[in-house]
């Protein structure tokens, strides 16, 4: 489902997007290979603007922004590498992913989640969302649902 994480110095070369249509879900997906610099906050708010462009379902698109800059800037500020941001639109969701290069530690067994904090915004606006370990790092997802006006 989620790609390894190419080099940093690809992602220093500039971005890397993708956006394509998968066959078996019928989900849009669109990603974007990330450097570890503040700005790809923005650039992950971006890329679901892009992806939810024409949608009618604004109030859920703030959150998916918001889940995705949280989860993104988690990226940068704790992972220090390159980062992989997906985006799937599904008719019910909105799941967004990202893949950074940090292993999840032996004998973890969750993230703290406060409310004050990036995963307790996340947690609030996702209707699900998880940690998965992959090869070279892990991801990290969350599931918005779309409403629509």
């Not at 889940?67 to 799941?95: I, K, P, T, Y």
Request: proline share 4%; hydrophobic share 45%.
């Amino acid at each position: 489902m989620f790609s390894k994480l190419p080099a940093d110095d690809r992602a220093q070369q500039g971005l890397v997007r993708a956006e394509h249509v998968d066959a078996r879900t019928t989900a849009a997906v669109g990603s974007a290979l990330l450097p570890p610099s503040p700005s790809a906050c923005r650039e992950a708010r971006e890329l679901v603007r892009r992806m939810l462009a024409g949608a009618d379902t604004r109030r859920s698109n703030y959150a998916v922004e918001l889940v995705a800059s949280e989860l993104a800037g988690n990226a940068v500020r704790h992972a220090r590498s390159a980062f992989e941001v997906e985006v799937s639109v599904f008719d019910e969701v909105v799941r967004v992913a990202v893949t950074d290069a940090i292993r999840v530690p032996s004998g973890w067994v969750g993230f703290r989640v406060a409310q004050d904090h990036g995963l307790g915004i996340v947690a609030a606006l996702s209707c699900d969302w998880g940690v998965e370990p992959v090869d070279g790092g892990k991801v990290v997802w969350a599931d918005v649902e779309r409403i629509e006006y």
